[in-house]
């Protein structure tokens, strides 16, 4: 008995009335009308390799200025990945150095053995803090100036020493921030210049095609994608690292706070010294 069955004629399906063959004859007939259907149908399913990204592809068929631009890009994120490394070793090397020198000075006796205490960890942010404030402080007392001048001088000397120490923390990290905020851009001039490549080669093929478009599209996507992908990790941590500043900031204006009470409590015995001296006499 015949019945009805659909068969593949000039890319439609058409129905036909074809007869039922028995036992292994019906098997090879549903064998076959299911290899002409779903394999037509498979034809037209993109594969994971097509479907796959080529980003060395795109490189390869990317123009000159846009090879340029992913180049500057791929070193800008070197760049700042190994300054970011470098910064977040210096820094947290910096604080645990301040916090142990600190709690050394405050438990000394006196401003000689504070600052021998330091002597010994030349990498400490206070070791340069306190030099500043104990040579001024040695100057002063040469001169014989007044204990309120004295005091004073040496306030200033640790501020200068303070702003000194910062600075040198803060060296070089302009340049993460300035990787975060122009590698954006630098990746969106990439995709510009791919866009107006694309619409360049459609004025000269006459064709808008999806096949004429799409490379300098897709490589111009790309630039924007890498820009990004190397701005948000320069953002991150060049907030990181403005934190850990903040916090070595506080640790050295702590220390001066507390060497400035040192001198003075110096400045205090050594008066008293000298009036039980006049006093006797």
Known sequence: MPVRAHAKFRGTYAAVLVPVPNGAGFRAF?????????GGKRKMEPTAATAGLNIVGLFAQATLVVKGVLCMLVCMSLGSWALM???WLSLRAAHDKAAEGLTRFERTNSLRE??????????SPLYFVAHQGVVEFNRAKEVGTSSEVVVDNVRRSLRQGVGTELARLHHSLSL???????????????????????FHSIGQLKSASLAIVAPGISEA???TAIGLGVAVPATIGYNIFLGK???VETQLVNFAGVFLNSVQRELNAHRTVQRIGQTEG
């Open 176 to 198: 993460l921030a300035t990787t975060a905020n122009t590698a954006p851009f630098i990746g969106l001039f990439g995709t510009v210049w791919g866009i107006m490549h694309s």
């Open 85 to 87: 490394i470098q910064k």
């Open 245 to 247: 500043l903040n916090e």
């Open 30 to 38: 549903i064998s076959a009308v299911c290899a002409v259907y779903f």
């Open 221 to 223: 996507l790309v630039a």
């Open 114 to 123: 504070a600052v021998q205490s330091l002597g010994s960890d030349p990498a």
